[in-house]
């Protein structure tokens, strides 16, 4: 069955470095997602990619984030500056015609 | 009033026994419904789509309800395995957001 995977599955950064989350969405899936989860607390959207744009975006999606779809396979989240509060888990996902899948996620612990 | 709101639990259950969670919704344009699963530090599962006509999948049963604006998910003979965070979720006014309850934490004991 095919899966969205997620790279790194954990990463430990200090407070102000930038980090780059990768994501492998299912190959035939046009609509991409990056949601975040803090410890203990809901799932929060961030942004939707369609088209090689983004679609939308939250309020915590602000001039610190960026996407990118490189090379028609990886859809990458990238954190420029990173903050303790950004701390979380980062879910990547992606969409065919009704159903979001998940990848794995990416544990971030900013320091 | 928050968009999707839950029960956040937890629901202590033995095994066996039927559990019904229910999950409220503010936007009355809201078109598409789901349940997904979560497991601990785990990234969340579809377990359902919710229909308007209800919907039911071995155990599991969804059902919607637009005019009170909730949906409802049913198990049936709860395993240990169910034990996990049932996470109600609506699109919204776009096509793009999914949003998110906080969730309702199921516990089944022996």
């Known amino acids: 069955e095919p899966e969205v995977t997620q790279t790194p599955s954990h990463q430990v950064t200090q407070m102000g470095q930038e980090v780059i989350l990768r994501c492998v969405p299912i190959s035939n899936h046009l609509y991409f997602y990056w949601y975040r989860q803090i410890l203990g607390q809901k799932v929060e959207f961030l942004v939707s990619f369609y088209n090689n744009e983004i679609s939308e975006k939250s309020e915590i999606f602000d001039d610190q984030f960026s996407v990118e779809r490189p090379d028609g396979s990886n859809f990458t989240l990238k954190i420029r500056s990173t903050k303790l509060e950004d701390s979380a888990m980062y879910f990547c996902?992606?969409?065919?015609?009704?159903?979001?899948?998940f990848g794995p996620g990416t544990r971030l612990l900013v320091l | 009033r928050k968009e999707v709101e839950q029960d956040p639990g937890p629901f202590n259950v033995p095994e066996g026994a039927t559990v019904a969670f229910n999950c409220t919704y503010s936007n009355s344009a809201s078109q598409s419904f789901f349940w997904y699963r979560q497991d601990c530090r785990k990234e969340p599962k579809l377990l359902m789509s919710?229909?308007?006509?209800?919907n039911e999948d071995g155990r599991f049963t969804a059902q919607l309800n637009r005019a009170s604006q909730y949906i409802s998910l049913l198990i049936r003979d709860s395993k240990l395995s169910d034990s996990a965070t049932y996470l109600c979720?609506?699109?919204?006014?776009?096509?793009?957001?999914?949003?998110w309850g906080a969730g309702t934490k199921l516990i089944i004991k022996p």
């Open positions: 919710v229909y308007s006509s209800g």
């Open positions: 996902a992606s969409k065919g015609e009704e159903t979001q899948y």
């Open positions: 979720v609506v699109i919204g006014d776009s096509n793009y957001q999914l949003i």
